[in-house]
């Protein structure tokens, strides 16, 4: 979480769930970013994001969004993104990737 505060970066996370039920698994998991329940489906369904196969769930999806509003970073999958590959997309987005130092052959 400081690596993302430490890039100005805000975190915010839209669930499925009931409030009652999204406030106390936040607070066992140690969530500390804002979350929003999306119960009926409405913003989760502007963005496609409704689960076929399980039409009460949604998929796993994670938008970057910059200071003027374009999405630069942009995945849906069934597993859930790694913090270092929306940090990576964020430094690469603001200019300060810096790719990983390679070891030279023996």
Known sequence: MQQFTNRGVSLVGISVDDPGDTVPWADRKGITFDL?????QRVIGKFGLVNEDSPELSLHAIYIVDRDGKVFYRKVARRRAYADELLDAID????TYRKPATKPKP
């Open 36 to 40: 929003l329940a999306d119960p009926d």
């Open 92 to 95: 690469y987005h603001t200019g």
